[in-house]
């Protein structure tokens, strides 16, 4: 078992539609998720941060955490074209132990 | 600010041939990071200096593959000899300190023939 998964996709939806990602884990000493957007071509940007289990909300983006499910998702409301890109999920143990990137999901937001 | 810096941004060579790889991190930034992200995963970590130390290089296939930091500002990677499994993009990523948080470069893609 891989130590983070994602489902690849690619997802396709329309402008304005609620996206979710969602991530999944095996390791229970991972404290700290990260959500990164990687452009084509472009290395990948930091989007959410969040320490343990519970919710952050950052404009359009919200991260929700459930340590108890080994489980993370993002959500993004009203999507827009510019959102196209693939979504990697990470993690870390402490917040200076390597980060564990998850294979990412490829998103497609069509006008 | 200026972003993180890597030349080249694409590389051919063939298989047993060598090859490097350049990094300028954004200034003041005291660790640098350099990942491989194979075609379909993420980006997984190779080596990771903290100024010109090395704090984790338990990826690292250092048979093949060494890294610098020469006054713990700029970073070569290099590969010698590449295997046809080392067709990549290699990463390199820095960070004010081992806290904060991580800001990429575009990347250089390696196709090894």
């Known amino acids: 078992q891989k130590e983070v998964e994602q489902d690849p996709g690619p997802l396709s939806v329309p402008e304005g539609a609620i996206v979710s990602l969602n991530c999944t884990y095996s390791?229970?000493?991972?404290?700290?998720f990260m959500w990164y957007r990687q452009y084509s071509r472009k290395g990948p940007e930091l989007l959410m941060y969040?320490?343990?289990?519970g919710n952050k909300e950052d404009g359009r983006f919200t991260a929700q955490v459930d340590k108890s499910s080994k489980y993370i998702s993002l959500f993004i409301r009203d999507s827009q074209p510019s959102d196209s890109a693939t979504y990697l999920c990470?993690?870390?143990?402490?917040?200076?132990?390597?980060?564990?990137f998850g294979p990412g999901t490829s998103l497609s937001v069509i006008p | 600010e200026a972003g993180v810096a890597q030349s080249p941004r694409y590389k051919i060579i063939e298989k047993r041939q060598s090859v490097a790889f350049w990094c300028n991190p954004i200034?003041?930034?005291?660790?640098l990071y350099w990942y491989q992200q194979i075609l379909g995963q993420g980006p997984k970590l190779l080596i990771q200096?903290?100024?010109?130390?090395?704090?984790?290089d338990s990826q690292l296939p250092k048979d093949r593959f060494s890294a610098e930091r020469l006054k713990g500002v700029d970073s070569t990677l290099k590969i010698q000899p590449a295997k046809l499994e080392d067709s990549a993009v290699y990463l390199c990523?820095?960070?004010?300190?081992?806290?904060?948080?991580?800001?990429f470069g575009p990347g250089t893609r390696l196709l090894v023939l």
């Open positions: 969040t320490y343990s289990s």
């Open positions: 390791n229970s000493a991972f404290q700290y």
């Open positions: 990523a820095s960070s004010l300190s081992l806290l904060e948080t991580q800001y």
């Open positions: 990470a993690m870390g143990k402490t917040s200076y132990d390597k980060v564990i």
């Open positions: 200034s003041g930034h005291a660790t």
């Open positions: 200096f903290q100024n010109n130390g090395v704090v984790d």
